[in-house]
């Protein structure tokens, strides 16, 4: 079945350092992947997504590209803040179906 | 309201007993989700109500859980005889008519934990 499959955490990065979380996925055809971020306290937001292979999701400095060759949706950033503190979650929607398959969730420490 | 609300935020309860958590999707959401995030683990999807067709409860753990949605709204999600391997965070989610590729909105969670 799908399955999403996400780098564990916690990473801890200084501020300004440049972020990349893996993100791999196993789907039959085209599913959609997202990333969605849980701020502390707070609930899941929808940080960027991606619809179709090669598409660019990006969004308050975070890209990630759908690779369908390496069944991957890395994360990125060039210089993380402080405020990027927060839990991440990979996550595909696999094709005509409304459930999303979510990753463990990987939690960045941005330290000043 | 503005976003999904659940309550209550939090929940401590006796092994044995039943808890209901409850859950108001943003007006207009026609589509409410529940899923559950365990220690350590991803975000489990645990039923899915759309309008006035029957909920896909595939993703319900055992008989203990249940869940309504009364007048297309509100949506509560009953544990019976709790365990404590039920203790986790139930997030509900909601998204509007005519969203085939897109995000839900989160509300931020009842953490329940079992004692």
């Known amino acids: 079945g799908d399955s999403v499959t996400q780098m564990e955490g916690p990473v801890t990065l200084s501020e300004e350092a440049f972020l990349t979380i893996n993100c791999t996925y196993t789907?039959?055809?085209?599913?959609?992947l997202f990333w969605y971020v849980q701020y502390p306290g707070e609930g899941l937001q929808l940080l960027l997504k991606?619809?179709?292979?090669?598409d660019k999701g990006s969004n308050k400095g975070f890209e990630a590209t759908y690779r369908k060759e390496t069944t991957s949706f890395h994360l990125e950033k060039g210089s993380v803040q402080v405020s990027d503190s927060a839990v991440y979650f990979c996550?595909?929607?696999?094709?005509?179906?409304?459930?999303?398959?979510f990753g463990s969730g990987t939690k960045l420490n941005v330290k000043p | 309201g503005a976003g999904v609300s659940q309550s209550p935020s939090n929940k401590v309860t006796e092994k044995g007993k039943d808890v209901e958590l409850r859950c108001d999707p943003i007006?207009?959401?026609?589509?409410l989700y529940w899923y559950r995030q365990s220690l350590g683990q991803g975000l489990e999807f645990l039923i899915y109500?759309?309008?006035?067709?029957?909920?896909?409860k595939s993703g319900l753990p055992s008989d203990r859980f249940s869940a309504e949605r009364t007048g297309g709204s509100v949506s509560t999600l009953t544990i019976q005889r709790t365990q404590q391997e039920d203790s986790a965070v139930y997030l509900c989610?909601?998204?509007?008519?005519?969203?085939?590729?897109?995000?839900?909105?989160f509300g931020s969670g009842t953490r329940l934990t079992v004692v």
């Open positions: 996550a595909l929607r696999g094709e005509g179906f409304n459930k999303f398959y």
């Open positions: 007006s207009g959401h026609t589509a």
């Open positions: 789907a039959t055809g085209y599913p959609s």
């Open positions: 109500f759309q309008g006035n067709s029957a909920p896909d």
């Open positions: 991606a619809t179709k292979a090669d």
């Open positions: 989610a909601s998204s509007p008519p005519g969203t085939k590729v897109g995000g839900y909105t």
